[in-house]
């Protein structure tokens, strides 16, 4: 009889036991001992373990059974017998009743001496099984098997050994006199049925439901050794790793942001990440870096990359990720929550020895691959060549050309180089029932692969559990980092790039010398991208600090109060100088920039939690609650123009001679919250979740402050139907729907509210400061909803060996908030409202397989996500609206939000060839700027009456790309043979376009920019008619685009990315006399990229998390190659 139901009695009955509703059906006088646990194992499935010497003490057994629950069985045929029993999940143990132990053999007992057995673990086709746990009951011991599945311990007779592993059932042995005498225990663990499998626990927020009950789309990730992977933060070990999810680099630079989305972009303007819970505690999506806040140079520190707040987390500290998705899930979240939720736990010690473990890796990191652009040869050919078309003479003569032909920089090779990290934790771990901790310390030294980039971070991270009783007990966790970046200029925004060494080296002419005679640095050339390298200094430092306590006391059975509360601390100090020799630098005198901000908020939480098993049928989890947390935010920036030399810099503001806009502010504002869940189970069958939390936020005015955020959900698991025994090839399948409300806090602090701000003009011969409105307020802002829907299917095969998801929802985000353009006349040029509606729906799959031969164990995992986003409103009147404009794009809006599109889909001109002859000049619409042989032929596609006018205006402007894929998708692989062990994740991207606009200027073939250009753009040029119908003719123009944005510079940006190959070894326990287990590993991380793309890294976002200029790449240092090579050693 398979087992279906496990009933969790120790809230009932005080007694640490998995019992299952089984019964026994036996009959008959004085049967022996041996036939009554044959019929119960037969009938029960369940293992029964007892010493080989046991049964010679009792007696025949007389009984009379039908179809009696097993409890009830065992206390009947074991009534008068000298032993007793226990049942420890599908096992029942043995043992002898001390009272009524012979002398003798008690006397062996307890003289008995320990002897060293080797236990060999194997599954059940014999592969061996390295890393399962084997505990010793009641002596607090416990190890795990080296690579070839050994363990040498320590037993006697009598011991209860406790063997599992993750995926099998555990197998319980009583040790007896003939395994000493063998000194060696084989054990063979087979896979776990749908009963244990649906009982792994599932965190969901505010407590973990079992598997089996889980009604919402969560979706977990356990790291398998992060510390082998050259990750700085934790959303790059997830990316591939669950569906529905894609994150994405904004930069390869040291600790630099990622984008991470969860289901689609549901805001314009405020943030679509996700929020993130560590340990139970929230941590919100801005981080509070040092950002300028005005003035003319606000552009250039604008481009400075944002660091990302995950990155302050050692990877390696984390255990497990839940990624919330539906709205069953996320709605105990509710104003935050519209974007997903993302719980992160950190390592906390287990029950067993002391565990001491070193981790070590050292990289080595390149560019992935060079833009092929032109030599000094072929440069000054197409400068002739641009002149000569142009009916000029050419620029280079003979003795030009032999001077300059001796140079021939290679930009690229100047600024990238071969970058060396290392990365090194120590952790202390370990603990018994009642007190367990976990401990570990961390360095990471990462240099960029741009030249005078880096980034150094330290970490702790301690985690204390205290049981004080069976009804109190408390812990403490604290995780702190520090950290230093220094970084390369790039050019993230939409201003001039030039300050941006990427985009510097690849427009910089191949002639130029980036040094003097002398082999100094030439500060003359003003667009030097090695003077920016060398000269800028821009110093980043950041600390956090995450306290976090809670207690805990019983109530009673099932029912537990508990008390959470902690602060998170964040303070970051920006140092940035530009000396001459420099863009900014000339322009300015020097130009220094001090900036530092500091962010406190603190949590406290009062929950009740409730946990019953009521007639073995009706299973209840229960939570609710009241949490508040606030926040303060201070920042202080200045910037200091005009120094009489660059040796002081930053470190001595007072010498400059002139300070700009100096600003202080601070912020505050807090959340309060009711909160409840509720899920039931009925006979392990039918399962509903209700979900609610009330919001109230100091954010907005009277009347939207609170918000209600329900939920509810229901489950069938309709394995454990009767139907379904005969369907012996499916081991577990539970149908799901979920509907619910979440929200987005997207408002700013203080829209509500007029807010006045200084201003100084020149007036009676000084400066006088006056104040006047900073805003239009508008006390009507509320939250961002979003309503969702889900339905879902899970389902394992052949006894979990395959395991497939899938999921179907539909997002609808109302009330968006967004920045309507008002008349000057207002005294403001924008005003905030909620209007409009976004909507995200899709599907998304799962697929697993464990594969197992005799010496190979192969664990094969893949997802694939769909999802479509589209704008349904933008409230009345607005059908749609235009992003901001880029300079470096001939100052056009590149992206538009626009009914029935995508938000943020690229807005702009398409062209449709290369004007081949004059006859076909003059039959083409007007275009007074592109109107000859070899310039770019656009399209006509409408006036100002809709139809086609012929005149290229800007009424002629359309979609032409999309930002976000058809579809993403992810497979990891895990193999292993003997010792060794091979894992390697697949990523891929399809459907997605990038606005590649470094290749505005080096694709175009416009001499008077003086540019450098793409070998490729250079080698298909228009030479005459017929030559080309893709690239132009060399000119001297300065833009044969005529300043418009095109879709010439929009590219597919799909891709299939082989992102991490890990090899180890791992030495046998036997082989290593200093160290519990010892491993070493060789790790490569984009090692192969399958793309179409024309620029460096398809996966690149220059702008963020900002959903008004999504996918483009415009001068970001591209992600790195990397090799990897470490070692884990414990003791």
Known sequence: MKLNILLLLFAITQVDAKVVAQDITLEGKNIPLEQVISAVKKQTGFGVSYTKDLLRFGKAVTISATKMPLTKFLNQALKDQPFTYKIVEENIILTLKAPKLDNIFNQKIATQNFLKIRIKVTDSLGNTMSGATIAIEKRGISIVTNSNGYADIDLKIGDIVRISYVGYKTSIIVISQTILDSGQLNVSLKLNDAGNKMDELVIIGYGSVRKSDLTGSVAKVTLDDPSEKPATSIEQLLQGRAAGVQITSNTGAPGGGITFSIRGVTSISGSNQPLIVIDGYPIDSDNGSVKVSSGSQSSYLDQLPDDNALANIDPADIESVEILKDASATAIYGSRASNGVVLITTKHGKTGRDRLSYNARFDISSLPKKIDVLNTNEYLSYSNEAYLNSGQDSVFKSDAIARYDSVNTNWQDLIYRPAYSQSHQLS????????????????????????????????????????????????????????????????????????????????????????????????????????????????????????????????????????????????????????????????????????????????????????????????????????WQQWTRKAFNINVLNFPNDNMSYYDLSSGSSISNPKTSTTQWGLASFIGRANYSFDNRYLATFTAREDGSTRLAEGNKWKFFPSIALGWNVSNEKFMRNARSITSLKLRGSYGLSGNQAVPVGATQARLTSTGSVANEGIQIGYVLENMANNTLHWELTKQQNIGLDMTLFRNRITFGFDYYKKRTDGLLIGLTIPPSNGFTQYNTNQGTVENKGYEFDLGAKILTRGLKWDVSGNISFNRNKIISLGPGVNSFTGPAFTAVGGQALNIFEVGYPIGSFYGYRIIGIYQNQEEVDKSPQDPSNNKPGSFKFKDISGPNGVPDGVISADDREIIGNPYPNFIFGLTNNLDWKSFSLSFLVLGNIGQDVINANRYTMDALARGSQANVRKEAYEGRWTGEGTSNTYPQATTSASPFSNRFTDFIVEDASFVRLKYVTLSYTFENNKIKFARNLKFYLTGSNLLTLTHYKGYDPEINSHGDNSMTPGIDNGSIPQYRSLSIGMNVGF
Do not use: C, W
């Not at 559990?465 to 520090?482: A, C, P, Q, T, Y």
């Not at 790039?490 to 080296?505: C, E």
């Not at 601390?569 to 001459?580: A, I, L």
């Open 428 to 627: 202390l771990s370990g603990g018994s029932d009642k007190f367990k901790y976990a401990v570990s310390a961390g360095y990471l030294g990462q240099q960029g692969i741009v030249k005078n980039s880096r980034y150094d971070r330290g970490s702790l991270l301690i985690n204390l559990d205290r049981e004080i009783s069976k009804r109190f007990k408390f812990g403490v966790s604290l995780n702190g980092s520090i950290s230093k970046n220094k970084a390369a200029m790039q050019s993230s925004d939409r201003s001039d790039p030039s300050t941006s060494v990427v985009y510097g080296a690849l427009l910089s002419r191949p002639f130029d010398s980036p040094l003097t005679a002398d082999d100094q640095i030439d500060q003359t050339q003003i667009g030097n991208p090695l003077t920016i390298i060398e000269l800028a200094d821009d110093q980043n430092r950041v600390t956090t600090v995450l306290a976090n306590m809670y207690l805990n006391y019983t109530l009673a059975p099932g029912l537990d109060f508990k008390v959470n509360g902690g602060v998170n601390t964040r303070n970051s100090r920006r140092d940035f100088y530009m000396p001459r020799g420099t863009t900014l630098g000339n322009l300015e005198g020097g130009y220094a920039y001090l900036g530092e901000s500091s962010s406190f908020n603190y949590l406290t939480e009062y929950t009740l939690n409730y946990n019953r098993t009521i007639n073995k049928k009706h299973r209840i989890n229960a939570v609710g609650g009241y949490t």
